[in-house]
């Protein structure tokens, strides 16, 4: 079911009223060709993504993660209202150019956490856009043990924080689009294209709903 009112404004609407849906800040270009930063005009580096080794070859994002896409974010991931991924999707399809890759995959869950939410947004999210760009879905990796919460930590704690914790199910296509809801630091999103790698992939396209700007 569709929540009844805007998970944003709370005013009467089907999930996200259309004010506060205009509102969302999307993130088109220019923007840097690597992360997905937005940036004055477009970069192949920029000074968020320069001398960062990345294991993915692209990222990018429909909207900021601002105020508004965290309430939108929170409703989805905490209160586990999953008919928001289709409200997500439209958006990475409003924004975000169809991929070259031919296959999605998705971040899975953390076990500890899926099993507070029944449900993984990222898995979700993948599918819808799927759907919509036409794409198969292919679940692709696991998660060799838990992690601690990401949230407030550094750059360089995150990365030690998921180093080696995904690892590949099988062998991955050549190239490939990863989905997860929301880019902070891209730690998370490179740590599980180093595994895609080294199960075979050569090009990693990351895709998110939201994405932090600094
Ligand atoms: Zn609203
Ligand atoms: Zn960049």
Redesign the pocket.
């Known amino acids: 079911m569709f929540p009844r009112c805007c998970v944003v404004c709370g005013g009467p609407a089907k999930a996200l009223c259309a004010r506060c849906g205009d509102e969302l800040h999307r993130l088109g270009e220019p923007r840097?060709e690597?992360?997905g930063?937005p940036t004055a005009w477009p970069v192949e580096?920029?000074r968020?993504?320069s001398g960062r080794r990345i294991a993915f070859a692209t990222a990018r994002a429909a909207v900021a993660y601002d105020d508004a896409a965290r309430l939108f974010v929170a409703a989805w991931k905490e209160r586990g209202l999953r008919k928001l991924a289709e409200v997500a999707a439209e958006l990475v399809c409003e924004v975000v150019p169809r991929p070259r890759s031919y296959t999605l995959t998705f971040v899975p869950a953390d076990p500890n956490r899926r099993l507070d939410r029944g449900h993984n947004p990222a898995e979700r999210l993948a599918l819808e856009i799927g759907a919509r760009w036409e794409l198969p879905v292919a679940p692709l990796l696991a998660r060799s043990h838990g992690v601690a919460p990401q949230r407030g930590l550094p750059l360089a704690e995150r990365r030690r924080n998921v180093r080696g914790v995904f690892e590949a199910t099988g062998n991955a296509p050549g190239t490939l689009v990863l989905v997860d809801d929301v880019y902070t630091t891209g730690a998370t999103v490179s740590a599980a294209a180093t595994s895609l790698r080294k199960a075979g992939a050569r090009r990693v396209e990351v895709v998110t709903f939201a994405r932090a700007v600094r």
């Open positions: 840097c690597r992360c930063a580096r920029c968020e993504c």
